[in-house]
């Protein structure tokens, strides 16, 4: 069974990871590739983005090994067989819930490290492709506005580097707007900061106390274009980019270092753990569901609706109990009262099927086959 259950999330965690990747990566391509950015910025941003993507699909890709596996066992009565045997519903969950803890260590391997590295990384390289002008500006055709009041416009860019007929609107200053012309241009490195300097062309600047154009050709002109972008410091002191024992060890210097309260904190470093738990809940609560019932050639659809549904009021405790966290440090157990409650569940549900008789003035009675009917019967 263990083997199956592995075998199956892997399928299911593969086919929703990308699904979700996808939908991230698309959206992602249109802004950078919009932007002027190389395709393997993209492929590092994609590639930033995957652990929180896994770390999403976990819990879910679990609970749909779990559940398939099982309801192919049950339709093809392997079930039924080992229940002959004499295994009670207790001793079947035992591969659920190592299954279950593998997934467990897998989302912690996540939660407490990759993730966090993962998103520091990606706000520390979306800060530095935003503060890049040079890639804003190297697009042709099109009039670009890299800063408030800037417009510029290439028709043209060489494969030697040149810019062909450029066209740079400086409105900063709305009583002395400025507009460069020219037919070549150059973008050059000096230091930390970039100049377009600018061949054969025409300055005009505009006085609107007067409203009076001067006009100035100039045979070269550099423009520093690098105070169009204001560079601050990158911010990476947040929560959720604190590694998992800074939180618990070190609440203080990291709530100095973020801003965030002692709620926040204690509410993100047991999220974690929370998470890990809920993968095996998953696992739990969706095969323990489906043993409880008798056979039905029908299918197991009931159980499967029943067992979604269970998951879906877990995770409306979850949402119930964070709003609790984030306002009082103290109420930092209530995290774990999901977990908890899927546990209960999970206890109740396995004791309904070690004891079906419970059910059964609740529950149709249900045969393996359909008598003869009438027409068939000579």
Not at 141 to 148: R, S, T, Y
Not at 217 to 237: E, K, M, Q, V
Not at 259 to 286: D, K, N, P, W
Request: charged share 15%; hydrophobic share 50%.
């Amino acid at each position: 069974m263990l083997s199956q259950f592995m075998v199956l999330f892997g399928f299911f965690a593969l086919v929703l990871v990308s699904i979700f990747w996808i939908n991230k990566a698309v959206r992602m391509f249109d802004r950078l590739i919009g932007d002027g950015q190389p395709a393997w910025v993209f492929l590092e941003f994609t590639a930033l983005t995957l652990p929180g993507v896994i770390g999403v699909v976990l819990p879910i890709a679990a609970f749909a090994g779990t559940v398939y596996v099982t309801n192919r066992m049950t339709t093809e009565s392997e079930l039924t067989v080992v229940q002959a045997t004499g295994y009670s519903p207790w001793r079947l969950i035992r591969p659920v819930l190592i299954y279950g803890v593998f997934i467990a260590l897998m989302m912690s391997i996540l939660s407490h490290y990759l993730i966090p590295k993962s998103l520091s990384q990606l706000r520390l390289r979306q800060t530095e492709v935003s503060q890049n002008i040079t890639a804003k500006l190297l697009t042709e055709g099109e009039f670009l506005h890299p800063a408030p009041g800037i417009t510029f416009y290439i028709r043209e860019i060489t494969p030697e580097g040149e810019l062909q007929d450029v066209f740079l609107s400086d409105r900063r200053n709305e009583e002395n707007p400025v507009t460069y012309t020219s037919t070549q241009a150059y973008l050059v490195q000096e230091g930390d900061g970039t100049k377009l300097v600018m061949v054969d062309g025409l300055a005009q600047n505009l006085r609107t106390d007067g409203n009076r154009l001067f006009t100035t050709h100039f045979d070269d002109f550099s423009y520093d274009i690098s105070a169009l972008i204001t560079r601050d410091p990158t911010n990476l002191n947040r929560v959720t980019f604190t590694l998992t024992g800074d939180l618990l060890f070190q609440p203080d210097v990291v709530s100095a270092a973020t801003g965030a309260t002692e709620a926040q904190i204690l509410y993100e470093a047991h999220g974690r753990f929370s998470q890990a738990l809920m993968c095996i809940v998953a696992a739990l609560v969706g095969f323990s569901m489906l043993l409880v019932g008798t056979y039905s050639r029908f299918g197991v659809w009931w159980q499967i609706v029943a067992a979604f549904t269970l998951l879906v009021l877990i995770k409306l405790i979850e949402g119930g109990v964070s709003g609790v966290v984030l306002s009082r440090a103290s109420a930092w157990p209530l995290m774990y009262l999901p977990a908890a409650t899927g546990v209960l569940i999970t206890v109740i549900l396995l004791y309904l099927a070690a004891h079906p008789g419970v059910l059964r003035r609740f529950l149709p009675k249900r045969r393996a086959s359909d008598p003869p009917s009438a027409e068939g019967v000579s």
